[in-house]
């Protein structure tokens, strides 16, 4: 707890230096056909009230049977955090009334949950930092239905369709000392359930939903009281929330005030946090175990069956990345960042240098995507393709400029690199006596620099541009610069 702060990390105040503490509870939905305790469909822009069982309206009678496609996901999921997995685990109910809740309780996880303690490696771009953050826990819960307020002036609505749909809970411990660290964990932990396939991120449909919570201290002071701001739903507001919510505790502590445990909400349109409930208001949810379902139960081997057939994760994709193709931590990262990427990387690199494909793929095609507002999955520039130019230009038939253009005729065009450079006349003039020419004729119209380059070599690099522009940038760089270098006496 008393590690050595990074000053970088501090918040300067009024009176000297605070340290941020945040601790995150996401909440995931699962990937499965069906909800948690019912047959129902999780499909996403139905109907309203057009997936939902009797089991998810909480008619009289209706009893839960778990879904083991949640459970199985559950299991990866905890298996990918390097977690605890528990062969036992119980439901409880948490009592609580909202009109878009029709049991008057959620099905959760209280007191043991299907997953406990693990762990997340995250790098943080901005310091260059990589953080161990611990799990707490990771528990199955149901979702709630939702209300709509805006469709009538003084009528509301539900909406069941989410109803009971199942939610992963992850809590992490109160490791994270930033916002950049903060979001930098909330990405990665997305990054390894996409790899899953336990969840697919997407927090603009608040299928992956946060509720942050925040305290400050001196640095290395005991935790100070914290603020949980609820149901945040975009890696950018979270940064933002905690930011603001840091400024506001730090204020309230420099004027002598006390912070107050209470739930709060981000309005991004403000830039602000607003009190939801205070302490004094929070739910007493009376949890006890649910009678109806009996406590969660399988063995060992199906754990160790479900291990043997998870996927490679980031982290050890990234390792291998750096080992096989002698890539860059940093470029290494980039690419594993989504499995679509790493892919495309690995079609690529095959049989190729790595570094090569790497930076390929990150300096230039990952740029031009973003150009055009596409993602990888639909890049006009195919892996065979991309894989072509690089070769075209270790064959000494392009140099790395024409490659460039070629590039762009690909993904603007399409076809084939290899045509394109034929038909195009785009190959690189490697003959000398082609060369030979272009050099001779800069030399001979450049008759005083050819003076002033003998006493300053350094102007061989304007020579070399002028004999590139002679030959329309398809010499042969290295035969241009042996032959300027004999041609001007220059060693
Ligand atoms: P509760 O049971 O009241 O929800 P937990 O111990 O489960 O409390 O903590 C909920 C979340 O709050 C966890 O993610 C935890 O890391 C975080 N947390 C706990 N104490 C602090 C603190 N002082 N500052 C910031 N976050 C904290
Ligand atoms: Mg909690």
New binding site residues.
């Given amino acids: 707890m008393n590690a050595p702060v990074n000053p970088k990390k501090l918040i300067k105040g009024a009176t000297g230096d605070w340290e941020i503490?945040?601790?995150?509870?996401i909440h995931a939905q699962v990937t499965s056909q069906a909800k948690l305790f019912s047959g129902a469909s999780t499909a996403f822009g139905g109907d309203p009230n057009s997936h939902v069982s009797l089991v998810d309206a909480a008619m009289p009678g209706m009893l839960p049977v778990i879904n083991e496609e949640c459970v199985r996901q559950a299991i990866r999921t905890g298996l990918g955090l390097k977690a605890q997995i528990n062969l036992r685990s119980t439901f409880d109910r948490k009592n609580y009334f909202y009109p878009d809740l029709p049991q008057g309780y959620q099905i959760s996880q209280y007191k043991s949950p299907i997953v406990g303690e693990g762990e997340v490696i995250v790098d943080v771009p901005e310091t260059g930092e990589t953080i161990t953050v611990r799990i707490?826990?990771l528990h199955l819960e149901q979702d709630a239905g939702k209300s709509i307020h805006d469709l009538h002036p003084t009528l509301s609505f539900v909406d069941l369709n989410r109803s009971g749909v199942a939610l992963m809970e992850i809590?992490?411990?109160?490791?994270l000392r930033s916002a950049d660290e903060a979001r930098a964990y909330v990405t990665k932990l997305r990054t390894i359930l996409r790899y899953l396939g336990t969840c697919d991120g997407d927090m603009d449909k608040g299928n992956l939903r946060a509720?942050v919570?925040?305290?400050v201290?001196r640095p290395g002071e005991e935790?100070?009281?914290?603020c949980?701001i609820k149901n945040v739903n975009s890696i950018r507001f979270i940064g933002q929330a905690i930011e603001v919510e840091a400024r506001r505790q730090i204020g309230i502590i420099e004027d002598g005030g006390v912070i107050e445990q209470e739930t709060r909400l981000f309005d991004p349109g403000k830039g602000e946090t607003r009190s939801m409930r205070s302490k004094e208001e929070a739910h007493d949810y009376r949890y006890f175990p649910d009678p109806d379902l009996l406590p969660l139960e399988f063995d060992q081997a199906y754990v160790d069956e479900l291990a043997q057939h998870l996927p490679e994760l980031p982290d050890a994709k990234k390792a291998r990345f750096m080992g096989d193709y002698g890539l860059s931590a940093y470029d290494a990262s980039v690419l594993v960042a989504e499995r679509s990427s790493a892919d495309f990387f690995e079609e690529v690199a095959r049989g190729r240098d790595g570094k090569a494909a790497a930076n390929w793929i990150i300096n230039e095609l990952f740029g031009r995507l973003n150009k055009e507002g596409k993602d990888i999955g639909s890049s006009p520039v195919s892996a065979a393709q991309l894989g072509t130019i690089i070769d075209l230009i270790g064959e000494n038939v392009i140099s790395g400029k024409i490659a460039k253009d070629l590039f762009e005729i690909v993904f603007t065009e399409g076809g084939d690199p290899r045509e394109i450079v034929e038909t195009r006349g785009m190959k690189q003039v490697t003959d000398t006596g082609a060369i030979e020419k272009a050099v001779d004729e800069v030399i001979a119209a450049n008759p005083e620099k050819v003076e002033q380059a003998k006493a300053k070599p350094t102007l061989l690099g304007w020579f070399v541009g002028q004999v590139m522009k002679q030959t329309g940038g398809k010499a042969n760089p290295q035969a241009v610069n042996e032959l300027l270098k004999s041609k001007l006496g220059i060693e």
């Fill in positions: 503490v945040i601790g995150m509870e707490e826990r809590v992490s411990k109160p490791d509720d919570n925040v305290s201290r935790f100070g009281t914290r949980e």
